[in-house]
């Protein structure tokens, strides 16, 4: 399996706060069934891109290196949690964002204060860019629990979702599990990370967490989401496309 979405780089935002944390994060990875592990420390400035990428392949390549020393197989691939506001588009370039050097960039919004209709221009800006924009846990915000159909119009847009593992296996609250399990059911949801933290907070338990998803998500979109779209993403490949289905909130037609 591939974790698309993962804090795993130690001491450079609030994931693995140092080396043995992170590292026994990708023990824990690699018990679960991980192989792939794309790194995505939170980013949230303009101004120090250029240091954040130096520090990023630094702790990169000291994870590697010690993860290859105690003969943990995983491979590691260098990302980002982009946030999303106004002031990220004064930057040159969010190319050298994107996950593993593709086409596509993993990005946040602040979950509060900030409009739809802001979002709708943001990811507009972002495809303009000649980027694809993969929006990390949609399932968390209040602005898509209660509007699925902005998920049903932005998937039909070219938008990627990327649903967190402890969202559909209901660790957090009821709103994100319905608004996960509806997207992995209906094929709106391309991915799922752990969006790790550390050990506890999101850990990379994927297979011990996969025990608690709805039993019903189809084989086949479970595929896509830990593995087929993923592994697009790391090759810059297309996404394949899933059999989608529109949303709709519970009780709603
Ligand atoms: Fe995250």
């Not at 043995?20 to 939170?42: D, F, S, W, Y």
């Amino acid at each position: 399996m591939i974790d698309i979405h993962c804090h795993i780089l130690p001491d450079i935002d609030d994931g693995a706060r140092d080396l043995e944390t992170a590292i026994r994060m990708c023990h824990l990875a690699q018990a679960n069934g991980i192989k792939h592990i794309v790194a995505t420390p939170h980013t949230n400035t303009v101004d120090n891109i250029d240091h954040f990428i130096k520090t990023r392949d630094e702790r990169l390549q000291l994870l590697r290196k010690h993860i290859a020393d105690r003969g943990i197989d995983i491979k590691l691939y260098p990302g980002a949690e982009v946030f999303v506001d106004d002031d990220i588009f004064f930057a040159n370039d969010l190319k050298c964002l994107t996950i593993n050097g593709s086409r596509y960039i993993l990005i946040e919004f602040n979950f509060r204060n900030v409009h739809l209709r802001k979002i709708y221009d943001y990811l507009n800006e972002i495809i303009d860019m000649g980027l694809v924009p993969i929006i990390a846990h949609p399932e968390r915000y209040e602005f898509f629990q209660f509007d699925y159909d902005a998920v049903n119009s932005l998937a039909k847009n070219g938008v990627i979702f990327q649903i967190n593992a402890t969202s559909l296996a209901s660790l957090d609250g009821l709103q994100e599990f319905e608004l996960a399990y509806s997207m992995a059911y209906n094929g709106l949801a391309s991915l799922i990370g752990t969006d790790a933290h550390s050990l506890s907070h999101r850990a990379t338990n994927l297979s011990e967490m996969m025990r608690y998803f709805p039993p019903d998500i189809s084989q086949y979109n479970m595929q896509m989401m830990v593995h087929d779209s993923a592994k697009a993403v790391l090759t810059d490949n297309p996404i394949p496309m899933a059999e989608r289905r529109e949303i709709h909130k519970r009780g709603s037609f």
